[in-house]
């Protein structure tokens, strides 16, 4: 569909801050054009739906679906061994199909876009073209694995196509050099891009580095002349003095508490601050759900737990699942509003109730789960409904039948 | 069905330590009689899902489904203020709807007993019967709303039935006095039932009781030769030396992260001790959701978080959430084990996924959500099943609608 109006919707999620009710969303060649009374082109009936902007899941790792319960909780030494035991067996094809398990997965669940780090960037940029979703991926600098030098030739040859844009993932501090960071850094410049980096998420991390270079890890980075382009995940233990550096930073929640990294992601500090706070579900080995609404509840929860406070509340992690996220990965969007990329979820109405303008966002945010998703709009494209579901369903079968990570 | 036999199993769980594949469940007169080859009366066919026993909601207020998400975000005095304000207003066909609401939707994501304080015991009576789940409810002491003598005399006229047990509640020890506890004390001993609490819940609630009294709550309880009834529910704020005396404490994990009540309800301290540890989603205005399954896995995250320690497990949840739910309600159950009672739950094991002997715990406990339940059995029957759901769609929409409480 060239042009549609989306009608029928019981309420629209325009923003974090505004529900409306009985208006019609106009899209024309993939952007929203309109909110109001307006109707032309084909007709989208939202058959009594809530109307959201899709969801931007800022940090996973797709192939590790074939990995999701693995011997998870073993104590942390011995899963991370069994982990990267497997990891280091696990064949291109594999990572495909792991990926294609994750990409289905998060459509189903309202993710429109998500930013992936691992080492099959061309089967994820394949992936995002034949399901039609927003997908920012890239090679991933980890010294301990893979020299540096067959990386960077690797990520330089990595081209964006229509939803596929590239970006350059650092692994970790303590698995890449300096100089690592330093040429993904580079390569990022001249892609017009950002560099992708676990940062500052163990207690054990955060010492290393300091032992080892006399900083903090972001104090490193900035003082490296290197911060300006990061997007900094986890960030569980940093210093007051570092959060003015970051300009993206990316809570896992789940992931942190699971892992029992500790230490606190402060939301509210870098929030005030100006840095861009986005939200990401980790790897389904570490989460073990890549289900954003169940994420977006669970940041909301820890943040009161670290802080003893109530300052964050269901509206900022909605703003970080989409306007920030949008905003991270360079696309004009994560609001239902004139201009912008025409991203958005149907939910079922029945999962958001008592449903009402006042109390809908703390309902999506705090009772619904991905299963409540109808259907999903990516650049104009409905790209899931109940037909699609039919038909990820068998494809989901298929690969996890092929994917043959059992066990 | 008197006598039947569950066949089709993908797997069955058969309690949190052990898992069984290509076994058959034969269940005669409410009562599972054998797990193996056996095969008798009526088949159930699971169709590959996966079979685990039903999830026990150890403490919830079913009437506040209407007040899900009702000035969620505001600070929590204004929020209670709020709360008690719809609350007082609320009539006991108001209460009923909100109940058989819950009802619903516990039934509909596996749980197949719950515990339940508010002040509709009779209607939740009814709607146990009438939906053939396990309900424990009682008349509710809160000196601050009304003269105990009053509930006393209520609760006394409170009789079983199949379905239903009382139990005593008292609201907590900032709003009853240590004389209507004792009263609750000797009426759950004429009804051979406990007496269910909230209890150090918040530091204000500790610091006021001990200054008042210049003893800890559980202290208070335990001096005063109350504690061997009590289940105690929050447990947030505690010392060392309580612990000892508690025989039941639920834990409820979301409430108290969403209400930035902070503090540690201390798992592993209580279950190595012999504490009957149990679980629990507190009502939906303060969880927003009644899912037992994301409750498991929100236990886990806020143990590990908090204690920066991985001791606390997926099979420890299970437990808490299914052998020892029914250990605290007195019924013989919460294993797929023979002489139990048949309170059994199927799940899509596509939500499950990759599916295996080894990782299905962990994938029911950190992946799948309520969404996954496609048949709950109690006392030997379906009470949920794809005929049921379509049913409980229209009654809760009747219900919703009835309900009033939007706004």
């Known amino acids: 569909m060239k042009e549609f109006t989306i009608i029928n919707c019981s309420l629209v999620i325009v923003s974090p801050w505004e529900v409306r009710k009985g208006v019609k969303v106009h899209v024309s060649e993939g952007v929203i054009d309109g909110v109001g009374d307006y109707e032309s082109g084909d007709i989208l009936d939202c058959e009594g739906g809530v109307l959201m902007p899709g969801l931007v899941n800022s940090h996973t790792h797709t192939p590790m679906s074939l990995l999701r319960g693995y011997k998870d909780d073993l104590d942390l030494h011995d899963w ?112 017009d891009t950002w560099v992708h980096i676990h940062l500052s998420e163990t207690r054990e991390e955060v010492f290393q580095i300091k032992k080892r270079t006399g900083k903090f890890p972001i104090q490193l980075l900035h003082d490296s002349g290197l911060i300006d382009r990061i997007q900094a995940v986890h960030v569980g233990w940093v210093t007051n003095q570092e959060l003015q550096y970051l300009k993206n930073a990316t809570h896992c929640p789940t992931s942190n508490m699971k892992l029992a990294t500790a230490g606190a992601f402060p939301f509210k500090e870098m929030y005030t601050k100006g ?23 669970t940041a909301v929860l820890v943040q009161r737990h670290s802080y003893w406070d109530l300052w964050v509340k269901a ?47 703390s309902n999506v945010v705090y009772n619904v789960t991905g299963d409540a998703v109808r259907k999903v709009i990516v650049d104009g494209n409905v790209v899931y409904d109940d037909e699609v579901k039919e038909r990820f369903k068998t494809r989901l079968d298929q690969l996890y039948e092929e994917g043959g990570f059992n066990g």
């Open 315 to 361: 509206s900022h992690v909605l703003q970080a699942s989409t306007i920030n996220g949008y905003k991270l990965v360079g696309v004009y969007g994560g609001e239902i509003k004139e201009g912008m990329v025409a991203d958005m979820v149907i939910l079922d109405p029945r999962k958001a109730r008592p449903l009402s303008q006042e109390r809908v966002i």
């Open 275 to 297: 840095t861009n706070v986005t939200l990401g579900t980790d790897g389904a080995a570490s989460n073990n759900s890549l289900d954003m609404f169940r994420e977006m509840k």
């Open 80 to 191: 991370l061994k069994a982990m990267w035991e497997k990891e280091e067996k696990m064949s291109k094809q594999e990572m495909n199909i792991g990926s294609e398990i994750s990409v289905i997965e998060m459509i189903s669940s309202g993710t429109t876009s998500f930013v992936d780090m691992y080492f099959n960037p061309e089967g994820v940029k394949e992936l995002s073209e034949k399901y039609k979703v927003r997908a920012f991926a890239g090679e991933t600098f980890m010294d301990s694995r893979e020299n540096p030098e067959a990386v960077a030739k690797r990520q330089r040859s990595l081209s964006p196509s229509r939803y596929f844009r590239p970006i350059v993932n650092v692994h970790s501090l303590y698995t890449a050099s300096l100089d690592s960071v330093r040429t993904a850094y580079e390569i990022s410049k001249e892609q």
